[in-house]
């Protein structure tokens, strides 16, 4: 079992920046790729990020490449969502998952949740 607490959602004008955080309990840390995902009011929630188990590979939705950055701390235990030039079409919910085998890019395929955190961003 795996624990995930999301942190660092919040209010920002477009433009601005965030970084979210996402701490990992329970099982070994290193054993999931770790994701993140959003989900906007009337959406279904969609992939932003991935990170491989070593952290050497990552992977981005074409909607925030060059503006988000993921990133992991093994000795941490957490995973990171740094998130610049922020538009209001980032505002959505914002959730950490983990997952030991599967596409990166299918929630379903995905074993662990956090419970999300709100990022709102105004124009």
């Known amino acids: 079992q795996v624990q995930l607490v999301e942190s660092g959602g919040g209010l920002v004008q477009a433009g601005g920046s965030l970084r979210l955080s996402c701490a990992a309990s329970?099982?070994?840390?290193?054993?999931?790729?770790m994701g993140w995902f959003r989900q906007a009011p009337g959406k279904e929630r969609e992939f932003v990020a991935a990170?491989?188990?070593?952290?050497?590979?990552?992977y981005y939705a074409d909607s925030v490449k060059g503006r988000f950055t993921i990133s992991r701390d093994g000795a941490k235990n957490t995973v990171y969502l740094q998130m610049n030039s922020l538009k209001p079409e980032d505002t959505a919910v914002y959730y950490c998952?983990?997952?030991?085998?599967?596409?990166?890019?299918?929630?379903?395929?995905?074993?662990?949740w956090g419970q999300g955190t709100q990022v709102t961003v105004s124009s």
């Open positions: 990170i491989s188990r070593n952290g050497d590979s990552t």
């Open positions: 998952a983990a997952q030991s085998r599967g596409s990166k890019n299918w929630a379903t395929e995905y074993d662990y």
């Open positions: 329970g099982r070994i840390f290193i054993s999931y790729r």
